[in-house]
């Protein structure tokens, strides 16, 4: 009998989660900022962990986009040339772990967003206490790495349109009349 409790709370509760991940998606709107915040107030949420960063993958270098941290934690995430390292190699994992700094006691797990083969971001997952992460599934987070990438290559066509525009502009300037 305590079994089917068990089994249907685990039920109510991937179910709630599923609906908080409906409800950041149908929450998105135009900035990319803002949807990127949004992806990870939810998987700090959801999947337990002490720190999450969304970085933009730009000229081999990291972008902050988005971040939540737990208070305990440094402000800095000093990981970032360990995840570049890994990105340089374009073969290698879409998801890995990396070791942070040696005075920091997290646990992380970086998943590169990638849209038409190419790595335009990644989302850095850290567990800080102890007793091992809680990543959440791997469906819950399969959920929110398509979401990024979906998020990535939306924001990629605003890119690409925004810079047709400027030449468009450019032209019509530039012409008689």
């Not at 949004?38 to 002490?50: D, N």
């Not at 934690?73 to 040696?102: G, Y």
């Not at 349109?161 to 032209?171: G, M, N, P, V, W």
Request: glycine letters at 6%; hydrophobic letters at 30%; one cysteine or more.
């Amino acid at each position: 009998m305590s079994e089917n409790r068990d089994i249907q709370n685990i039920e109510i509760e991937r179910e709630q989660q599923f609906l908080c991940i409906v409800s950041c998606l149908l929450s998105f709107g135009t900035n990319y900022e803002n949807n990127v915040k949004s992806i990870v107030e939810l998987s700090h949420r959801l999947l337990g962990t002490a720190c999450v960063t969304y970085s933009r993958y730009e000229k081999g270098t990291l972008r902050t986009v988005a971040a939540k941290r737990d208070c305990s934690l440094s402000a800095s995430h000093e990981c970032a040339n360990s995840i570049c390292d890994k990105l340089e190699d374009d073969l290698s994992e879409d998801s890995f772990p990396i070791q942070p700094a040696a005075e920091c006691t997290k646990q992380c797990l970086v998943h590169r967003i990638r849209c038409e083969h190419e790595t335009k971001a990644v989302l850095c997952l850290c567990h800080g206490g102890e007793g091992g992460p809680v990543w959440g599934g791997n469906t819950l987070l399969g959920m929110l790495i398509s979401a990024c990438q979906a998020e990535e290559r939306r924001y990629d066509s605003y890119l690409a349109l925004q810079d047709s525009e400027e030449r468009f502009k450019a032209i019509c300037e530039s012409c008689c009349v």
